[in-house]
């Protein structure tokens, strides 16, 4: 059983950063793929990065390509997102999510485990 739980998500300007982070439980964390998704209001889960294994490849949605970074600490047991010139539409919850296959995918239910999620709310 792997435990996800997020970090860092608060009220920002349009334009601001910040950055998330998600600390894994267990010795297995470098064997999970990682990602983040985000849910807005009255909207579905969707997909914003993910991680390989060893860190090697990153996949982004576009909506927020060249704006946000994933990154991992296999050490520390911990992924990072790290968003910047953020945006109101980037206004959600932010989730964590592992998978044990070493292939980034952007679907819900590919993904094993899941953090609780922490709000981002962005202000205009």
């Known amino acids: 059983q792997v435990q996800l739980v997020e970090s860092g998500g608060g009220l920002v300007q349009a334009g601001g950063s910040l950055r998330l982070s998600c600390a894994a439980s267990?010795?297995?964390?470098?064997?999970?793929?990682m990602g983040w998704f985000r849910q807005a209001p009255g909207k579905e889960r969707e997909f914003v990065t993910g991680i390989s294994w060893s860190g090697s490849s990153t996949y982004y949605a576009d909506s927020v390509k060249g704006r946000f970074t994933i990154s991992r600490d296999n050490a520390k047991n911990t992924v990072y997102l790290q968003m910047n010139t953020l945006k109101p539409e980037d206004t959600a919850v932010y989730y964590c999510?592992?998978?044990?296959?070493?292939?980034?995918?952007?679907?819900?239910?590919?993904?094993?485990?899941w953090g609780q999620g922490t709000q981002v709310t962005v202000s205009s």
């Open positions: 267990g010795r297995t964390f470098r064997s999970l793929t």
């Open positions: 999510a592992a998978r044990w296959h070493n292939r980034v995918v952007v679907t819900t239910t590919a993904y094993d485990y």
